[in-house]
C-alpha cells in the first residue's frame, strides 16, 4: 500500500492555523511523525489564498525537506503553481492533480503537466472530473480516467506513474458514493492494469459523527477494490492496524510478516498487556 501523508495540508484547522503563525516546530513534527509511519510521499497542500500560495508552498516544502526524505506530492488545484514548486524539491515525487479541467488557456490540466513532466520521473495525481464536475457514475469517471491515461500515453509517461483518484463524495450527501468509487476502480484497473489508484480517503466522512468509523471501513473496502494507495493520515493507529489487517487478509502480506511488524513497532498504538 502506497500510503499519501494528508497532514500538511491548509484544509486542515490544525495546520492552517500552524501555517498562519510560521509555527515551523509543528510542521517539522508532523511531517517528521508521518515518516515514522512509513508515509511513503508526503502531501503538501497550502490551502491558502492564491496571492500567497506561492510562498506558502515554498516554507512548507522547505521545512519538510529539512525534516525528512520521503519524497513529497505537491498539492494545488492551479497546475502552475505545481510546475513552479518542482524546482523547489531535491527528488521527483507526485503532482496531485491532473484533470481534464480546461484552464484560461484552453489547455486541460493534464496538458500543462504533462509536457512538463513527460522527460522526468515525476507521477501524477489524476482526478476523474472535467468541466462538466465530479460525475457520480463510474462509466463516466472511466471514460474520463481512460482520456487521461491515453493523453499520458501519448506524452511518454507510463501508466506506473499515473494515480488515478475517482474521487469518493461525501457519504453524507451521497448513499452510493463507496459503491461508484469501487466500481470505478475495478471498471479502470480491468482495462488499465498497471495504473495505481489513490483516495482523499477521509473525504468519504466529512460531515459524518464517528469519522474513524468509516474511514476505516472505507479503506478495508476500496483496498478488496483494487485501491493501492490513500491520502491518509499514517500516524493514526486505526488507520494502520486497519491498512496492515486488510492487507494480510488479501493475501498481499506473505506469512503476515508485515501486519506482525507493524504490531511490534507500535504503529496501532498501545496494546493491553
Request: glycine residues 6%; charged residues 20%.
Amino acid at each position: 500500500m502506497i500510503i499519501i501523508g494528508e497532514k500538511i495540508n491548509g484544509f486542515i484547522p490544525k495546520t492552517l492555523a500552524a501555517i498562519e503563525a510560521r509555527d515551523e516546530a509543528y510542521i517539522r513534527l508532523i511531517a517528521k511523525a508521518q515518516a515514522e509511519g512509513n508515509a511513503n510521499y508526503l502531501d503538501i497542500c497550502a490551502g491558502t489564498a492564491p496571492d500567497v500560495e506561492r510562498e506558502t508552498m515554498e516554507w512548507l516544502i522547505g521545512l519538510a525537506q529539512d525534516e525528512v526524505e520521503t519524497p513529497l506530492c505537491l498539492d494545488s488545484s492551479d497546475p502552475q503553481v505545481l510546475l513552479d514548486m518542482l524546482q523547489r524539491v531535491k527528488k521527483p515525487g507526485l503532482l496531485n492533480s491532473v484533470s481534464l479541467e480546461v484552464g484560461d488557456d484552453g489547455r486541460t490540466k493534464c496538458e500543462v503537466i504533462f509536457s512538463a513532466i513527460a522527460d522526468t520521473t515525476w507521477g501524477v495525481v489524476a482526478l476523474t472530473c472535467d468541466n462538466k464536475g465530479i460525475p457520480d457514475d463510474p462509466e463516466v469517471k472511466f471514460e474520463i480516467a481512460a482520456k487521461i491515461i491515453d493523453q499520458a500515453a501519448a506524452a511518454g509517461i507510463a501508466p506506473e506513474r499515473i494515480y488515478i483518484d475517482p474521487l469518493v463524495t461525501t457519504l453524507a450527501t451521497k448513499q452510493d458514493s463507496l459503491l461508484n468509487f469501487t466500481e470505478a476502480v475495478k471498471l479502470i484497473g480491468a482495462v488499465y492494469p498497471r495504473v495505481h489508484f489513490t483516495s482523499g480517503l477521509s473525504n468519504i466522512s466529512f460531515g459524518m459523527p464517528f469519522r474513524k468509523a468509516i474511514n476505516t471501513q472505507f479503506l478495508t473496502l476500496a483496498m478488496a477494490a483494487g485501491m493501492d494507495s490513500a491520502i491518509m493520515d499514517p500516524t493514526s493507529p486505526d488507520m494502520q492496524a486497519t491498512l496492515h489487517a486488510t492487507e494480510a487478509l488479501l493475501g498481499k502480506d506473505e506469512y503476515c510478516m508485515e501486519y506482525l511488524t507493524g504490531y511490534r513497532a507500535g504503529l496501532f498504538g498501545a496494546q493491553p498487556a
